[in-house]
């Protein structure tokens, strides 16, 4: 029998140290509607309440044993801090993630990075949800928090046309801008583990190679991703999605003590060019296996990721919230039985 | 209740060409619902949706691999139960990829009609050459059933062929069309493409 908690699982399992079983667990949103029902939370108020947001997070493990507890559930937090306007939908039917509806900035010199970073923007809010889930979850889950890479997060406080357009014209004003984004990221992460966070993860989705070419994310993206990691809290993981199997060893020298990839990742190819040292975490569908496939297929689903090549099964991405009960309870049980 | 996907980069003209398609389509009889990233930046009034009859509707934000797929489906979902439109066009992210969302349609038995890729053939030199853009270009272009060559009044007959030829080695199994909403060109051509491919359907 077991003695091992949870928490000590994911993060011994990230330490590279020995544990009882791979955690089952993910560094990206996960909140799901049998959660949100059952403790009646209202998905657009759990963005901005941090009760409601710990109380969804903790929902997770409480109700399916899902091996953490992760704040928060959008993609807009930082950008927000940073003078970004979102869209709630607070008024609209059905689940809708915030979007940012309008952004602000254009140049490096644009980026004000706030004095009182705590209480910029709903950092206070995460911050928060982090102190309530560590005071009633601390000694048997991991928290799990994450930002956006500096790319990507660009992308949310400046247009993308001209983002993408500057980025090959003018590089050195990109780079300034990713060089200003990053001091402010490392800061929020530090924040972020002040407030008793566990693990870490840098999220770099425009960075996929179906966006960017390898050779930009080379010479672009991956300078300040390794700045980033060397100085935000550990143990940390790098998560791009989509096309990565040509940027997979520019991750692996970024510098995480762990790479998370999505489902069009080819995870035999990865572990191959990583060898065996490399924490992988991977890489079923959430939207295809979890939300749309059948119960019966989720297990057989995921345990094809650790026979692919992942150290443990992870979604590819946030969980998209409409995920049916059994299909979650599936996830867990198939892992669980080993 | 049929798709019509309409990708593109930002800039491509998509939100116009989304309100001629939909008003040409509701006034050949199909009820038309909208699927749109953000309301507010598709300039349709109250006065147009209701003479049309249609039905807008947001996507909301999130990861452009799974979240907005995600959203999308449940809409989708809704919108079938509750408005039972003919057809819903959905213009996704511009950095959105087409097949990722016709992945998953797929798998809830809605039937997507065509996916229309718009090239703004005014910009093909950015689109084409910039490192930061034509990675996510192409992929978007290999996705589409019909390229929809946009802007083609703003430049000479050169520079449109150009662009017909630099889209036609990227995607040759696509259909092109060229576009001006200014002259009005090419709208009435993916109209009656998406009445033949919706009668055989």
Redesign the interface.
């Known amino acids: 029998m077991s003695t091992m908690t949870p928490k000590q699982r994911v993060l011994k399992f990230l330490k590279g140290e020995e544990v009882d079983r791979p955690p089952i667990f993910s560094g990206m949103?996960n909140v799901v509607v049998p959660v949100l029902e059952k403790y009646e939370i209202n998905f657009a108020r759990a963005h901005r309440d941090p009760v409601l947001m710990a109380k969804a997070a903790a929902g997770m493990y409480r109700e399916f044993g899902f091996e953490c507890a992760v704040v928060p559930f959008?993609?807009?937090v930082e950008a927000e801090a940073l003078g970004s306007v979102m869209?709630y939908?607070e008024d609209?039917?059905?689940?809708?993630?915030?979007?940012?509806?309008e952004k602000v900035i254009k140049t490096a010199e644009d980026v004000h990075i706030p004095d009182d970073i705590k209480n910029a923007g709903r950092i206070p809010v995460v911050t928060e949800a982090i102190r309530i889930l560590r005071s009633e979850l601390g000694d048997e889950v991991a928290i799990g928090t994450y930002i956006l890479g500096p790319f990507t997060l660009a992308?949310q406080v400046k247009?993308?046309?001209e983002l993408?357009?500057e980025?090959?014209?003018a590089p050195e004003k990109t780079n300034m801008l990713l060089d200003r984004l990053s001091e402010f990221i490392i800061k929020v992460f530090k924040v972020y583990k002040d407030a008793g966070a566990d693990y870490f993860t840098l999220?770099e989705?425009g960075g996929?190679?179906?966006?960017?070419?390898p050779?930009?994310f080379k010479s672009?993206i991956k300078p300040h991703l390794i700045k980033i990691l060397a100085a935000m809290p550990r143990p940390n993981i790098l998560h791009i999605?989509?096309d990565t199997n040509s940027i997979i060893e520019d991750m692996k020298e970024c510098g995480a003590d762990a790479i998370s990839v999505?489902q069009?990742n080819c995870l035999p190819e990865t572990r191959k060019k990583l060898g065996h040292e490399t924490i992988i975490l991977g890489n079923f569908?959430?939207?295809?296996v979890l939300?749309?496939g059948k119960a019966e297929d989720v297990g057989p689903a995921a345990k094809g990721c650790i026979t692919a090549g992942a150290n443990a099964v992870w979604p590819?991405?946030?969980l998209?919230?409409?995920v049916p009960k059994k299909n979650m309870q599936a996830l867990m049980d198939s892992l669980k039985s080993g | 209740m049929k798709l019509l996907q309409i990708a593109g980069?930002?800039?491509s003209g998509k939100t116009t060409l989304i309100i001629e398609l939909a008003r040409s389509l509701s006034e050949a009889g199909n009820k038309v619902a909208i699927l749109v990233?953000?309301i507010?930046e598709i300039p349709v009034d109250g006065r147009v949706m209701q003479d049309y009859g249609l039905t807008v509707k947001?996507?909301?934000?999130?990861?452009?691999?799974?979240?907005v797929?995600?959203?999308m489906?449940?809409?989708l979902k809704?919108l079938a139960e509750s408005q039972k439109p003919d057809i819903v066009i959905v213009e996704p992210t511009?950095?959105a990829?087409p097949g990722s969302i016709s992945?998953?349609v797929k798998?809830?038995n809605i039937e997507q009609l065509l996916i229309i890729v718009l090239f703004d053939t005014s910009r093909q030199e950015?689109l084409l050459n910039?490192?930061?853009?034509?990675?996510?270009i192409s992929?978007q272009l290999k996705d589409a059933d019909i390229i929809a060559l946009s802007k083609v009044d703003l430049g000479s007959e050169d520079i449109v062929e150009h662009a017909l030829q630099a889209v036609s080695r990227i995607n040759p199994r696509a259909r092109i069309i060229k576009l001006s909403s200014k002259r009005g060109d090419g709208i009435l051509e993916i109209v009656k493409t998406i009445q033949e491919i919706s009668v055989k359907a």
Request: charged share 25%; hydrophobic share 30%; proline share 3%.
């Open positions: 949103g959008d993609l807009g869209n939908y609209v039917e059905g689940l809708l993630y915030p979007t940012v509806k992308g247009e993308l046309d993408f357009e980025s090959f014209l999220r989705m996929t190679s179906d966006v960017m070419s050779k930009s672009l999605c989509g999505d069009k569908d959430p939207v295809k939300m749309q590819g991405c946030d998209w919230p409409e | 980069y930002l800039g990233n953000e507010g947001d996507i909301g934000g999130g990861c452009i691999c799974c979240q797929v995600g959203s489906i449940g809409t809704k511009g950095l990829v992945d998953a798998r809830i950015k910039y490192d930061s853009l034509k990675r996510l992929t």
